[in-house]
């Protein structure tokens, strides 16, 4: 048994020598055992594809420069398993290439807390994006490619896929992104086994997959994706095409177990007892290994990386402070300083790559000045949010910084579960939602992004900060360009005035700090706090002015970061005894609700009340649309009169 | 100037007559101006894609069984426009033919409370659906074609689109639905004036747009996009043709304006003073009628449809009842629920049609006891979810129920925009959420769906169920079949005991009655409650006893409706002063944050705490991941002691 990576790189012109090839068969062998073992072990599991995806798990990872010592490193190439679920098949192959211990990946198989999990996640070294979420593997691999390309590195990216996620809307927009910029270091891998789960992909959902590759621009091979020798010729074909290349790669579901063979039934069914025996026989082995491996199961569990961050080196010039004397949109002020870094850092040696995604919106998202300055890093991809977003995503992973603006409806309503993906996979974006809420105006309800903080809510890793001006915007905009991990902005559409102190000098000016997690004390007072995230500090400082006439004295703070509300900060401005919180969000997901809840578990009783979106808005003019929902100045103030009575 | 409708039914075979040739192309030149109008009016709006589209939408609407007299019915031909931001254009053809008079649409355009909004929303007859968020449209005419073929009505579907929006994935999905789906009725026209936001449609993202349909297989016919008589014959050959076609119409961006022509610039702008006059001039009128629709615009608004329900007659069956003697999963309870309704409803005449959509699941999410009773209304849309979102939702407002079942991050996660359109669209979907939690188990964290109350509680509409056992699946199933409204069921995977009251007996048993917002009191207690969502009433009994050991009396209430809470009952079930809620869901986003905001906007102080999802989770069986997120009866056991310490 050779645990040791075969090298093939060199093999790029000539067939496979005898020895290897026997060794790579016998390898397949051990493998289609190891994940058939993994399954019965677990009691579930995908094995079938996992066989019929054994060959191009063994040949890619044999000839792709990724190896278990430079998987740490950005410099190599990268592979991708779309086909999440057939991980047995990936967990076999890439211990038999000496990734990690066979008996670790067949004994710790979907067992929690276990790296070796049901489907592939990053936590494993060979495994570049976690998936099982179908049709969004390429996208990811188109990720992989663009980072490789604004890094200088001479590096391939392999993406293996099913044929039943060749239908996925997904896939094919990240085709033409492939295309677009030119990825011919992309080779695509479908395992035609004709199968999924509830019959042939012929009758689940025919698609003619050949014609769909060729209409967007690859370069189609075919071959028998059991046939190490076809699989190395087109993977040595596809490396030398002109433009990105996939292997239509035919095969048997179930490839080596007799009664799995083009059966639908084992795509997700682990055979167990004399069925279990008969598959280990005709794969050349005895089951004998099961039961040492069952008591393995109850040892300790082996480690998964940690998805760590890396530093990120990015100059993220001077903050500048916009004055009183004019209005300025946050999406402005966003993109003026977006501009600024792409001054500081384009181009220059030893920076971390920045690269800006848009989508047909550039003018709107002010990502226009950053494209004149650095073309070179700006990728249009057109009006395909689903794919930008995990390109995005998996890109930051790679050496670069990604940064994605797009109306809020766009860039997280429509590509919601590809940005919880990049949370699990522990990216880098930068995303910048701009137009959202009632303020997005005439554009109406089908644009209303009324739900950012609802939706980042349910995640686990995003950050997210809603300015409150154009200074804040700024310097907002730097902070998260030098930080790691997710992080999304989001701003309106409507030009803001400044807020000052009450002195009149700009808040948010020259001796402001961005500090994650603060509360920001705008005005003082003692009946009530005002707490407003976003734009609508402005509504409440108006409001602050109509309740003074009446005698009543409103604090009001503003809260940035709606989804991480420092604790002691939020107990300072709660000290008035009487809380509204007043945003532009649906009501029931956001700030509201998010200060209630925090400040119940606190123990914190008192008056409280929240304002925002308690409906679908209106299309009109942003003041209109505020106006009909009640979130203007006076309405605020006549709130908090009803909640003081 | 002609406002009746000139229905060109029958003048298929022939060419046009100079007369009604002379009046459309007058009428032509008349919308164009009310459309360009209606953008100056406003300040906003898109113009120069109104007016390439303009013959496309006269002819259409001409061409279509669409009248208004009969928008009310279900028995005539759709209209879908998917470039929903051409409104002002579609505005003025439907004013032209007589859908409403031309001064309100010019008048009202773009003004909070008017239904003449920035994207054409369902709210004005003639539109059958609102679209915005482009690529979807398709997908809704091939659920409107479905509709119709279910109910056994001879209509056409036609569906207009703009070029920009050909690379969304969602469009090729919807594609091959209806190939599949033999919808011979659907025509599909797209307005190739090859320019969008950023340019060209070139520059920005190209594509082969011919070979794609063709690759999904469509039949195309190209034409001259304003020329009638061109227009005219494509429409008769595309609905004679035996496969789902489309009109590939090459057009002028902002046609009959010459500074708008082929300028990219006034996608989204509109003109005014001089330029405005220009327009005007150009298009054989002047701006006089300007000033009086400005002094309109302040009169009362015009008012919209309402977007109502509408009798449902399905026979949903006598109510099964679970014993306690055996496990059974909630998803077989829904399963033999639905296939009850089937083996009642399925080919009786006189009953609302149901259609049953799946993606590729239907053995783990259990609607293949419906495929089998009634195949006919069995849809099977393969790994596409997006497009079968929309489909089902479309399909669900033309006289059909929808139910689509699939695992909650596909279903909902994936989908979650085409869900929340499917809410502002009013539609009456039935979707069933299999496998959400933690208790999905081994397909991991990918496949956690931890966000399905999270993500629905940003939208107005939609109500969610989340049954305990068996039973409450049962009674729920039915109830949502025979409901109106956008409705969601939620449950996990694992086999559960039934729940019983104090003597054994089923809970949700014979006497039972489904009632949505209730609060099923479980158990009495007096120290403590424990609100559990779902499944997780089992561990919270399970603490009840172990809670009853240390001397403590817990009350353990299930919260089935999470986002619409009986605040009478939930203010019963919270009388013991202290509150812990359990769910299988982000603790951040879930009943524990909704229980939180309810009481405190309530002004009901008392000890609380929320116990639930606090990361991503891990893949093995479900009861070891519970474990090691502290959900077992033990950890609630605990944390309750901790509260009342």
Redesign the interface.
């Known amino acids: 048994m050779a645990f040791k990576k075969i090298t093939l790189t060199d093999h790029r012109a000539g067939s496979l020598d005898e020895n290897t090839h026997r060794i790579l068969t016998d390898g397949a062998r051990t493998c289609r055992r190891w994940a058939v073992t993994m399954t019965t072990l677990?009691?579930?599991?995908h094995p079938a594809g996992s066989l019929s995806s054994m060959e191009l798990y063994l040949a890619t990872y044999a000839f792709a420069n990724v190896t278990p010592d430079n998987t740490s490193s950005f410099d190599r190439d990268y592979v991708v398993i779309s086909h999440?679920h057939t991980s047995p098949g990936a967990y076999a192959a890439l211990a038999w290439l000496g990734f990690f211990r066979p008996e670790e990946a067949v004994a710790h198989f979907?067992?929690?807390?276990?790296p070796f999990?049901?489907?592939v996640?990053r936590e494993l070294p060979g495994i570049d994006w976690?998936?099982?979420?179908?049709?969004q593997g390429l996208s990811a691999g188109v990720g992989f490619a663009l980072a490789q390309k604004a890094r200088g590195v001479d590096g391939k990216v392999f993406v293996l896929m099913g044929d039943?996620?060749q239908?996925?809307?997904?896939?094919?927009?990240s085709r033409?992104?492939a295309?677009?910029e030119g990825l011919t270091s992309l080779t695509a891998l479908v395992d035609l086994n004709g199968i999924?789960?509830?019959g042939t992909t012929e009758?689940?959902?025919?698609?003619?997959i050949e014609?769909?590759w060729?209409?967007?621009?690859w370069d189609v091979i075919s071959c028998d994706g059991h046939d190490f020798q076809a699989l190395f010729d087109a993977l040595v074909a596809a490396a030398e095409r002109p433009v990105p290349t996939v292997i239509l790669a035919r095969t048997v579901m179930g490839r080596g177990v007799s009664y799995m063979e083009g059966i639908a039934d084992y795509h997700?069914k682990a055979p167990s007892g004399e069925l279990f025996l008969k598959a280990m026989e005709e794969l050349g082995g005895n089951g004998q290994w099961l039961e040492e491996l069952r008591e393995r199961r109850k040892t300790s569990l082996p480690e998964g990386r940690h998805l760590g961050s890396y530093p990120i080196y990015l100059e993220a010039g001077d903050a500048r402070t916009y004055g009183n004397d004019k209005k300025t949109d946050n999406r402005s002020a966003f993109g003026t300083a977006l501009a600024d870094v792409a001054e500081h850092n384009c181009g220059v040696a030893g920076r971390t790559p920045l690269l800006v995604f848009?989508c047909?919106?550039?003018?709107?998202v002010k990502v226009d000045g950053f494209a004149d300055r650095c073309p070179q890093a700006f990728i249009?991809?057109?009006?395909?949010e689903?794919?930008t977003a995990t390109v995005a995503g998996a890109a930051s992973t790679a050496g670069v910084v990604s940064l994605w603006a797009d109306f809020g409806?766009?860039g997280l309503?429509?590509a919601?579960?590809q940005q919880?993906?990049n949370d699990?996979n522990g990216a880098n974006v930068k995303l910048v939602l701009t137009h959202v809420g009632l303020d997005v105006?005439?554009?109406?309800?089908?644009?209303q992004c009324?739900?950012y903080i609802?939706?980042l809510?349910?995640t686990?890793g995003w950050k997210l900060v809603v300015p409150a001006d154009p200074n804040q915007t700024d310097r907002a905009t730097r902070w998260a360009l030098s930080n790691w991990g997710n992080i999304c902005l989001a701003m309106g559409r409507s030009k803001l005035p400044v807020v000052t102190d009450e002195e009149g000098r700009p808040f948010f000016g020259a001796e402001y700090r961005f500090r994650y997690g603060a509360v920001d004390m705008i005005r003082t007072g003692s009946d009530v706090t005002l707490l407003a995230c976003g734009h609508l500090v402005h509504r409440a400082l108006a409001a602050r002015d109509l309740l003074a006439e009446k005698g009543l004295s409103a604090r009001v703070c503003h809260v940035a970061t709606p989804l991480h509300i420092d604790d002691g900060d939020l107990l300072k401005a709660a000290s008035t005894g009487a809380v509204v919180t007043v945003e532009d969000h649906?009501v029931?997901?956001g700030l509201?609700?998010?200060v209630?809840?925090r400040?119940?578990?606190l123990?914190k009783?008192l008056?409280?009340?929240?304002l925002g979106v308690?409906?679908?808005g209106?299309?009109?003019?942003s003041e209109?649309?505020f106006?009909?929902m009640g979130l203007r100045g006076t309405d605020i103030a006549r709130a908090v009169q009803d909640l003081l009575r």
Chains 1, 2 share one sequence.
């Open positions: 677990a009691g579930s599991g999440g979907r067992q929690a807390g276990s999990q049901g489907h996640e976690g998936t099982g979420n179908l049709g039943g996620e239908v996925k809307g997904q896939l094919a927009e033409r992104i295309v677009k999924q789960i509830s009758s689940v959902m025919a698609a003619d014609s769909l060729k209409a967007d621009g997700g848009d047909d919106l550039a003018g709107s249009e991809t057109g009006i395909q689903h794919a409806v766009f309503a429509e919601y579960n919880r993906l699990i105006g005439e554009d109406g309800k089908t644009h009324i739900d609802g939706l809510r349910n686990f649906n029931n997901s509201g609700s998010i209630a809840q400040l119940l578990l123990g009783p008056a409280f009340r929240s308690t409906r679908y209106d299309s009109g003019p209109e649309v106006a009909s």
